[in-house]
């Protein structure tokens, strides 16, 4: 089975704990038999660079179409 993981890293301390925690769920995928597909996402003030705004429609619906999303 495969699962799509919308991605969140954030700002501060964010981007590492999000990477940190993906290594977890690589982990619990080879153990026991399933795939994940990550689709990262922009909000806060990494938004806010590219887009002007925190948090855009687009980004809402896109987290909306995942299975499960992964905010730092």
């Known amino acids: 089975m495969n699962y799509r993981i919308g991605v969140i890293?954030?700002?501060?301390?964010?981007p590492?704990?999000?990477?940190?925690?993906?290594?977890?769920l690589d982990r619990a995928a080879e153990k026991f038999g399933f795939t994940l597909e990550y689709t990262e996402?922009?909000?806060?003030?990494?938004s806010i660079d590219v887009n002007g705004v925190?948090?855009?429609?687009?980004?809402?619906?896109?987290?909306?179409?995942?299975?499960?999303?992964?905010m730092g």
């Open 16 to 24: 590492e704990i999000v990477k940190e925690a993906q290594k977890v």
């Open 54 to 70: 925190p948090l855009t429609d687009e980004t809402i619906e896109t987290a909306k179409s995942m299975d499960a999303v992964l």
């Open 9 to 14: 890293p954030g700002d501060g301390i964010g």
């Open 41 to 46: 996402l922009l909000m806060g003030g990494a």
